[in-house]
């Protein structure tokens, strides 16, 4: 059984500061790992993909993949009020569906 | 990002009747579709593989023959939901994948909000 962890939340920060998000899975031939955001009422948006260890930077977003020790994080820093949302942990093991994570809702206060 | 439609946005229906919603991928081909469902608050919850060509892969659990799915082209996706309920209210979600090796990106239709009344 695949499975990918995510702490519920929610997380609370204040605005400009760094929120950091956390995801772990099972299945260690995971390839491809990917987050995205779900604003309430509203479908997922990708926002991050990473494919190799290491970090990956767009903008504020940051992500970071540890094959080793099975764990996806994204950081946004200079969080803004407009982040608030559930984050959504997917992870991809070849050429099959992506296993989501349950999502870590995210509220950064002005 | 790649874009996929997903129409209607919201529909409400009365108990028995079905209701058809379509997804497209407007600007790629997409052998595989997705359709999740997501109730209030709950995380997203596969429902089937809609596989251009052929029979839809059904999660468990997921009656095949009430959510009827019909993938007829490589952009279209149907998710069909018939003899409809009031507990089949709830937010159904099509994704379609890009895919280059593994490293494939799924995108997000935007949602239908079905009410069965």
């Known amino acids: 059984q695949k499975e990918v962890e995510q702490n519920s939340g929610p997380l609370s920060v204040p605005e400009g500061a760094i929120a950091s998000l956390n995801c772990t899975y099972s299945?260690?031939?995971?390839?491809?790992f990917f987050w995205y955001r779900q604003y309430s009422g509203k479908s997922p948006e990708l926002i991050m993909s990473?494919?190799?260890?290491g970090d990956k930077e767009d903008g504020r977003f940051t992500a970071q993949l540890n094959k080793a020790s099975q764990y996806v994080s994204l950081l946004i820093r200079d969080s803004q009020p407009s982040d608030s949302a559930t984050y959504l942990c997917?992870?991809?093991?070849?050429?099959?569906?992506?296993?989501f994570g349950k999502g870590t809702m995210l509220l950064v206060s002005p | 990002g790649a874009v996929v439609s997903q129409h209607p946005s919201r529909v409400i229906c009365k108990s028995g009747t079905s209701v058809k919603i379509e997804c497209r991928s407007l600007?790629?081909?997409?052998?595989?579709m997705f359709w999740y469902r997501q109730f209030p608050k709950k995380s997203l919850m596969l429902m089937a593989t809609?596989?251009?060509?052929?029979?839809?892969?059904?999660e468990q659990g997921v009656e095949k023959d009430k959510f009827l799915i019909n993938h007829a082209s490589l952009t279209l996706s149907t998710l069909t939901v018939t003899s409809a309920h009031p507990e089949d209210s709830s937010f159904y979600i099509c994704?379609?994948?890009?895919?280059?090796?593994?490293?494939?990106?799924?995108?997000f239709g935007q949602g239908t909000r079905l009410t069965v009344v």
């Open positions: 990473i494919y190799s260890n």
């Open positions: 994704s379609a994948r890009v895919e280059a090796g593994f490293n494939t990106e799924a995108f």
């Open positions: 809609s596989n251009e060509g052929s029979k839809a892969t059904y």
């Open positions: 997917a992870v991809n093991a070849g050429y099959s569906t992506l296993t």
């Open positions: 600007d790629f081909q997409a052998t595989t």
């Open positions: 299945d260690r031939v995971s390839q491809s």
